[in-house]
């Protein structure tokens, strides 16, 4: 059985899932195809920061888009996603990491993110529970959080409403290109056809853009997360650090989740079928090792589960995103190399102008997919 | 050849047995602070009391497998008070937590003899303080000699419910009712399976026999209404609807309830062990063959932690897994030992069978409660929240399966991870989708399998 339709989908995490929605909001015929359940991998298993700060400058203008999202998040799927602005407040523990705090500060001023720098005595005034190790931070107000295990869903069930088909258990085995319509088979024999395709699926994403003769040197990347019991609310921002080894947060209604480093991956298919990921036990108790160094009360808090997912980490740790080199109606959007979840949103829409009108207003050259090819 | 056995029960006892027989040295590893299990746990030393007050008729077998026990400790790299809170099949890594200090442990073959929980069904009121669940209460009065109250009610269905309220009765306490949810006729058609187990039986009726004996009050076929009780006060009693529809109560400080038993296969499910949903038992069990062998090759799994069976049964399934592993080793097992014990589990699981149906999971119960109950005691959630999920108009879109439904609600995402409320969980959901619980999976086990600390930040951190 083959179906047609405008606009071919693969990939159900956030930039898919929206994007299924802003293409259904234009009157395209949409199919989103998906391996599993929307959001299972690195949309729905993340740490749910909702951030700019700190980002590779040129991701900052596709922030800045999905961040206008974020805050319309009610009216655009019909429920907040839990997103809270809490502020994002990066922190330097040594001297050499907060000269990289104020580095930034110019390259955050240049695209329009407010960023305020909270020298050492007000931070531990304004802070009183961080650690001593502290010694500066970077405040970013507009940044924050969400759920991630709501995302993808919510913007597909909205998609759904809009009238784009959301097809999961739908995992798709056969690429092909005809010169005129894209043809992808599922493993259970469906077909789908349609003159535009957008390859949003992750980690996978490489094997699509393989499969279309453009690979790209992309790794599976599984980020190690952990959460504790819920205790009293006192951590209000979003934590970060220069370098990245650490990042935690606390909800309202107490749980603090804590990040850092990688977990263990079976990313490419085993002999299940089936893409594998988990916690590793080390990996867990250096990055409570690292929160607890910079809030030393969370000693002796219980950590009641860990978890971790599949994304995908290009070299240059930035996201291919654009129109293929090789075959004229095929879009990418995948790699974002373990900081899509923000991004997801307005990648959506990004990539519903770029087919639907052949332009964006956000400069893509930095994402193009040819950048590993040495110039002809 | 590295060989670790968690747990200590009757299944790891009978298992390190075995395995020292053979002249290994295991890594034996058990969570409390001693072994037994929680059937034979022992009261501390100075309580004193004796094996026959504690274990009634399984006095010889309990005292039997202390002496084995004991007399193992020394043979093995014996380690209580020790938590395996992850495995990793792939490296063969246990990552375990010894009263505060984190630790590995690498090994060839690890043999998981986990043990089970009580299974329970939330009862409006359940999260009152006062209400126990039926291991517990037994725990309570055999390791500490305390009771759970002074006017005690014993709710739910299975051997332990009769059990628990005979053992606090000899007690002293005083039992204000028994109420078993499972019918008379649930339980008589079931009986001629039930003959075959012998003695089992007998002592199942003995104790039914002995409770009506001394005049306490009996109910079967009972729907629970509600715990009544407040925060302060806790529990101060129990209604219910009879098998005939009449409304009836007792006042009561304490309630014991429990539905038999689930597996604690968090450490087979990390291990990547296949599940199947045991029709009998109602219960997700790890996949394995009757000698314990699981598709991991390396993991093997015995006792109650694969799949209920007793104690007895742990005790044979403990010495079949330690002799498949020894066998899978390329040593020389006895043969006939070997498959003696086949036969022995093999009837075993056959008496199992018609004990479960003498007293099935309430399924009933569960999808019926009402949107206000709570269910999910970790998170504070009420069943209207789960049932929600099932709902087309569910902000982020029906919920299909178990773990969207945990993802989308936070059901069994708290301190228990779901061992508590899964169970239940399963069949409002399934019953509010219209499906077969079988249809909408389990939770997956996630690691830590019981929450560890976070340790102090390190010296040299403070300046």
Known sequence: MTTACD????????????????????????????????????????YGGVRQQGRNPAELPIARRSHALWQRMPELVGNDIEFTVTGHLKLARDEAEEAELIAYLDVAREHGLALRMVGRN????DYPWLGPKVVAGSFAAEDGSANPRLLSASLARAARAAGARIEEHTRVTGFAHDGALFRLTAEDGRAFTAPLLLNVAGYWGGAVAAAFGEPVPITPLSPNMAVTEPIPFFIEPNIGVVGGNVYLRQIPRGNVIIGGGHAENNADNDASGRPWAR?????????????????????????????????????????????????????????????????????????????????????????????????? | MKIAVVGAGPAGVRAVETLVAAGHRPVWIDEAPDGGGRIYQRPP???????????????????????????????????????????????????????????????????????????????????????????AAQISLKTQGCGIGSRVAFLGSGPLLWLVAYQYAKAGADVVAVLDTTSFATKA?????????????????????????????????????????????????????????????????????????????????????????????????????????????????????????????AELAGTRAALALLQDAGAAVDIA????????????????????????????LAAGLPDDAILCRCEGLRVGELRAAAA???????????????????????????????????????????????DIGRLRGQPPVKPIPIAAPAAEAVP
Request: proline residues 7%; positive net charge.
């Open chain 1, 7 to 46: 606009v071919l989908i693969v990939g159900g995490g956030g930039a898919g899932c929206s994007a299924a929605l802003h293409l259904a909001q234009r009157g395209q015929r949409v199919i989103l195809l998906e391996r599993g359940l929307v959001g299972s991998q690195a949309s729905g298993v993340n």
């Open chain 1, 279 to 376: 916690p590793l036990p080390e990996v867990t108790l250096e990055a409570l090792g690292l929160a607890v160094a910079i809030v030393p009360s969370l000693a002796g808090v219980q950590v009641i589960r860990s978890w971790t997912g599949i994304d995908g980490q290009m070299p240059d740790r930035i996201p291919v995103i654009g129109p293929s080199g090789t075959t004229p109606g095929l879009f990418h959007a995948f790699g974002f190399s373990g900081h899509g979840f923000q991004l997801g949103p307005g990648v959506g829409a990004i990539m519903t102008e770029l087919m639907l009108d052949g332009h964006t207003d956000v400069p893509l050259q930095p994402f193009r997919i040819g950048r590993w090819q040495s110039p002809a």
């Open chain 2, 45 to 135: 030393p100075p309580l004193g009391r004796n094996a026959k007050t504690l274990y009634g008729f399984e006095a010889q077998r309990a005292t039997a497998l202390h002496d084995t026990l004991d007399a193992m400790k020394p043979h093995a790299d014996w380690r209580p008070d020790t938590l395996v809170w992850h495995v990793r099949p792939g490296a063969k890594r246990l990552q375990t937590l010894h009263r505060g200090a984190q630790g590995a442990v690498e090994y060839d073959a690890v043999l998981l003899c986990t043990g089970a929980m009580d299974r329970v069904v939330p009862v409006p009121g359940w999260t009152l303080p006062g209400v126990t669940t039926m291991g």
């Open chain 2, 392 to 438: 087309e108009d569910y902000p982020a879109g029906r919920a299909p399966e178990m773990n969207r439904a945990k993802s989308f609600t936070r059901t069994g995402m708290g301190r228990c991870q779901g061992r508590v409320c899964g169970a239940a969980a399963a069949e409002i959901l399934a019953a509010a989708l219209g499906r077969p619980v079988t």
């Open chain 2, 337 to 364: 030992l070997a498959a003696r014990l086949d036969r022995k589990l093999a009837a075993a699981w056959r008496f199992r069978v018609a004990l479960e149906r003498a007293s099935p999971y309430p399924v009933h």
């Open chain 1, 122 to 125: 007000s931070l531990h005034l």
């Open chain 2, 189 to 313: 058609r079931a009986a001629p399976g039930l003959l075959r187990g012998g003695a089992t039986f007998a002592k199942g009726l003995y104790y039914i026999g002995w409770l009506r004996a001394h005049g306490v009050r009996i109910a079967e076929g009972v729907t629970p209404l509600a715990i009544a009780g407040d925060a302060t006060s806790g529990v101060t009693g129990l209604s219910w609807r009879d098998a005939a529809g009449r409304q009836a109560q007792v006042d009561c400080d304490a309630i014991g309830i429990g539905w038999g038993l689930r597996p604690e296969a968090q450490l087979a499910d990390l291990a990547g062990i296949p599940f199947r949903f045991d029709d009998t038992q109602h219960n997700w069990v790890p996949e394995r063959d009757i000698a314990g062998r699981t598709a991991v090759a390396g993991h093997y799994l015995a006792g109650d932690g694969a799949g209920i069976g007793g104690a007895e049964v």
